[in-house]
T-cell receptor, first 116, second 113 residues
Framework: NAGVTQTPKFQVLKTGQSMTLQCAQDMNHEYMSWYRQDPGMGLRLIHYSVGAGITDQGEVPNGYNVSRSTTEDFPLRLLSAAPSQTSVYFC???????????????FGSGTRLTVV | GENVGLHLPTLSVQEGDNSIINCAYSNSASDYFIWYKQESGKGPQFIIDIRSNMDKRQGQRVTVLLNKTVKHLSLQIAATQPGDSAVYFCAENKGAAGNKLTFGGGTRVLVKP
């Protein structure tokens, strides 16, 4: 299993450009989420999905769109990049049902995005 | 608002000593409190969790303590090793809310040889 794969690892955009951050998981997890991590801060939830065809907003959804057409893929789209979106973006997935304990999220290695 | 936060941004520890990382939370309705470890250039990795109706849980070299009276969570690492150098985050989970996690701000642990 590859786990959670994010592409690209690094990206530089100009203000106003659009792009899609890719996320794929091969663990058949129902839940998928996108987080952003700013320097010296924790992760903040952007959007999440509880299954194919279902998405919802997190804490900081403005400026981002998501879709979940398959269980495996959960792309994050920046419609018109702004310098405030410079951050490291993490995708994560987990099973819906956990017999014991909290949902065990598996995180990707991140995409470092710079908007100039 | 509801949040999970940390007291100390950086913790320097001598190799072999025990580490204690603290976290304060304000939301008493969480189902689980969780600790994640994030090494440089990598995504967070699950360490241990504790259900809200427990006050202590032990794992391999790690212990999590939950004090609901003062809304305080801590992670104890025994015999800290160089590989423990990382940023540690506490997080809370409310299972009914789509398994969403709310993260605190992180504590950097530096292990000195």
């Amino acid at each position: 299993n590859a786990g959670v794969t994010q592409t690209p690892k690094f990206q530089v955009l100009k203000t106003g450009q659009s792009m899609t951050l890719q996320c794929a998981q091969d663990m058949n997890h129902e839940y998928m989420s996108w987080y952003r991590q700013d320097p010296g801060m924790g992760l903040r939830l952007i959007h999440y999905s509880v299954g194919a065809g279902i998405t919802d907003q997190g804490e900081v959804p403005n400026g981002y769109n998501v879709s979940r057409s398959t269980t495996e893929d959960f792309p994050l789209r920046l419609l018109s990049a702004a310098p405030s979106q410079t951050s490291v973006y993490f995708c994560a997935s987990s099973r819906r049902e956990v017999k014991r304990g909290s949902p065990r999220y598996t995180f990707g290695s991140g995409t470092r995005l710079t908007v100039v | 608002g509801e949040n999970v936060g940390l007291h100390l941004p950086t913790l320097s520890v001598q190799e072999g000593d025990n580490s204690i990382i603290n976290c304060a939370y304000s939301n008493s309705a969480s189902d689980y409190f969780i600790w994640y470890k994030q090494e440089s250039g990598k995504g967070p990795q699950f360490i241990i969790d504790i259900r809200s109706n427990m006050d202590k849980r032990q794992g391999q070299r790690v212990t999590v303590l939950l004090n609901k009276t003062v809304k305080h969570l801590s992670l104890q690492i025994a015999a800290t090793q160089p590989g423990d150098s990382a940023v540690y985050f506490c997080a809370e989970n409310k299972g009914a809310a789509g398994n969403k996690l709310t993260f605190g701000g992180g504590t950097r642990v530096l292990v000195k040889p």
